[in-house]
């Protein structure tokens, strides 16, 4: 039985065999992750130069646009230099780290738990917003989701590279996935990894919870309004937000907790780009088309762009 220690690499899965269709997959990863490289930036650039977006709510869509980035540039790069050099190796360390920072991506949903909570005192409890939302109590919960992601990603990527390996080193996938690792364990010990998923289960299901709790009395509040320019500002702040945790769940949830009879190779490839490389190329999007005060502040960097509306 040989150890994970002895493993200096991993074989991707590519996504086609023919030149001609590798380098067809090259282009629509280069142009996606260009538009997440753009977009993502684009929205970092504007919330730090622009100092009237220095609030609770810009602050925290700069971390989730720099989480973003984190995300996808874990991945495509690797897959994009594997499709130019027809290779599909990946060292033991490279694939330990886009196990460790893919991981990362539940420090996106507890941000996501943190801006619903950061909209329902500005809807709810608007008198009280300066003080529950200071600069310092924003930059401490800003801070407990990022270390609650690298805590979970670290116990996680330890747990699963802590497994013996000897079943090959080909991950059936275009980067490393802890399912498929897992693959190719021949331990029958998985009691420290079914104790960690339980964990991770309780943790996204509290945030959910929390999320929804929030917005129930979002709306109720919002329904309440007379005005309808308030209730119709209130939605266009909290729109852009629920788009992007409704994407992020049903694909998260698509990918990890479809049935095992839908599973087949070409199909995990397709729901791996659903969650791994379209969310953080389409965030963006999404948060700067409903958000009139970054879209003002990005027609300054970008005249003729965004048109007020």
Not at 93 to 107: D, K, R
Not at 135 to 164: D, I, V
Not at 171 to 179: K, L, S
Request: proline share 5%; net charge positive; aromatic share 12%.
């Amino acid at each position: 039985m040989s150890n994970s220690s002895s493993i200096s690499h991993f074989l991707l899965l590519p996504f086609a065999g023919t030149q001609q269709l590798q380098l067809l997959h090259f282009c629509l990863f280069l142009a996606t992750y260009l538009a997440a490289l753009l977009g993502n930036s684009l929205i970092i650039t504007t919330i730090a130069w622009h100092h009237h977006l220095h609030t609770p709510m810009y602050f925290f869509l700069l971390n989730l646009a720099l989480l973003d980035l984190g995300t996808i540039s874990t991945t495509v790069p690797k897959f994009m230099a594997n499709s130019l050099r027809h290779s599909r190796d990946i060292s033991f360390a490279g694939c330990a780290a886009q196990v460790f920072f893919l991981l990362f991506i539940s420090a996106e949903f507890c941000l996501l738990t943190i801006m619903a909570y950061d909209r329902y005192v500005a809807i709810c409890r608007p008198l009280h917003y300066g003080t529950l939302l200071g600069s310092r109590a924003c930059a401490r919960m800003a801070a407990a989701a990022w270390a609650c992601g690298a805590l979970y990603a670290l116990l996680h990527t330890a747990n699963t590279f802590s497994l013996p390996l000897c079943q090959g080193n080909a991950v059936h996938q275009f980067f490393c996935e802890i399912p498929q690792i897992l693959k190719l364990s021949c331990s029958t010990d998985y009691l420290r990894e079914l104790w960690l998923i339980v964990v991770s289960a309780c943790l996204y299901f509290v945030c959910f919870v929390f999320i929804v709790m929030s917005y129930v009395q979002i709306f109720r509040a919002v329904l309440r309004t007379p005005s309808q320019q308030g209730r119709h500002k209130a939605f266009a702040t909290c729109l852009p937000h629920l788009a992007v945790v409704s994407l992020f769940i049903r694909t998260g949830i698509f990918a990890y907790l479809k049935p095992p009879s839908m599973s087949s190779p070409s199909l995990d490839l397709v729901v791996s780009v659903l969650y791994s490389v379209v969310p953080p190329a389409v965030n963006p999007l999404i948060n700067s088309l409903r958000n009139q005060g970054l879209k003002a502040a990005l027609s300054k960097l970008l005249p003729g762009c965004f048109q007020k509306q």
